[in-house]
Each structure stands twice: as C-alpha cells, then as structure tokens.
C-alpha cells in the first residue's frame, strides 16, 4: 500500500525560505506515480500548487510562480523549495502521490498528513 509522509513546513516572517519534502512509498512496480503538491487554507479548499505533467513540464499555480521551485529527486521523493514568503501562503501543505492509470494499474490517490507553513507579517 502507498504510504505518504509529507513534511518541512514551520514558521517563518514574511520574505522568508522553507522547503517541504515528500517521500513515498509501498509502490507497485509496474505502477508509475505522480509527485504533486497541495495547499489548503482555513476555510477554503484545497488547491493544487505544483507538480510535473507528463513527465515533462513542470506546473505551478499562478500565485506561486517565480517564488515556489518543484523538483522531482527521485521516483520517491519531491521537494518544493518556496522563497519570498507572503502571509497569504499560510496553509497547509499535502503532498499527493498519485498512481496513473494504465493497462496494469488503476488510478488512486493516496495523501500525506500534511505539513503546515506559517508565514507572519
């Protein structure tokens, strides 16, 4: 069974640095999977941050370009580097790892605890 540990957030002043790591694993080795980051606010849903599209293009949300870097480490291991910090960025941060689907494999979804980042102004 896949299990997902997400972790590396803290608090930090505005302008700040953190860096989130996600590791997977219990993987299906005929199964490939997909390393995507998620944040979810107090009172909002939750909404996707960054993560790799095809195995070739790397995506982020438009409120985190230019400040967030996604890189793919491994097949069990992602790490978000987030700079420049803004109070708007507090939330917490999941990390997905999502089975694709294939001839062999079904889709699922499967979640970190998650990992908060506090960023105070």
């Known amino acids: 069974q896949v299990q997902v540990a997400d972790y590396g957030g803290g608090s930090v002043q505005a302008g700040g640095s953190l860096t989130l790591s996600c590791v997977g694993s219990g993987y299906r080795d005929v199964c490939k999977y997909s390393l995507i980051w998620y944040r979810q606010a107090p009172g909002k849903g939750r909404e996707f941050i960054s993560g790799?599209?095809?195995?070739?293009?790397t995506t982020y949300a438009d409120s985190v370009k230019g400040r967030f870097t996604y890189s793919r480490d491994n097949l069990y291991k992602a790490t978000l580097q987030m700079r420049n910090l803004k109070p708007e960025d507090t939330a917490m941060y999941f990390c997905e790892v999502y089975q694709r689907p294939s001839f062999l494999c079904s889709s699922s979804s499967n979640w970190g605890q998650g990992t908060q980042v506090t960023v105070t102004s």
């Open positions: 790799i599209e095809n195995d070739i293009t």
